[in-house]
């Protein structure tokens, strides 16, 4: 199976920035980042195939960019802008099937263990 090892969490003042790593085991054919905050559903932030077709969240679209080295099978999430209702758990996924629904937690089969964004007013 995949695994996923996140960091970049971090504690940070409302307009600041950070960057999210996620390192893969293998090659996926789809990665993309979730977020959850305490008593709220799971919801799709962004996600990049292959081809680098890449799916926003209304709620992040120009501020936040998904990339990926696949040299080093790595995915990233450059956050910018950020406000305190991105205050989250924040989740890497991967799957080994190629899909254009990447904001779709269903077809995802493997997570990360999460790391922390905190965003203070």
């Known amino acids: 199976q995949v695994q996923l090892v996140e960091s970049g969490g971090d504690t940070v003042q409302a307009g600041g920035s950070l960057r999210l790593s996620c390192a893969a085991s293998?090659?996926?054919?789809?990665m993309g980042w979730f977020r959850q905050a305490p008593g709220k559903e799971r919801e799709g932030v962004a996600g990049?195939?292959?081809?680098?077709?890449?799916s926003y969240a209304d709620s992040v679209k120009g501020r936040f960019t998904i990339s990926k080295d696949n040299a080093k099978n790595t995915l990233y999430l450059h956050m910018n802008s950020l406000k305190p209702e991105d205050t989250a758990m924040y989740y890497c996924?991967?799957?080994?099937?190629?899909?254009?629904?990447?904001?779709?937690?269903?077809?995802?089969?493997?997570w990360g263990q999460g790391t922390q964004v905190t965003v203070s007013s």
């Open positions: 990049i195939n292959s081809d680098d077709y890449t």
């Open positions: 996924a991967a799957d080994l099937t190629p899909t254009r629904s990447l904001l779709r937690w269903q077809l995802y089969n493997y």
């Open positions: 293998t090659y996926t054919h789809c």
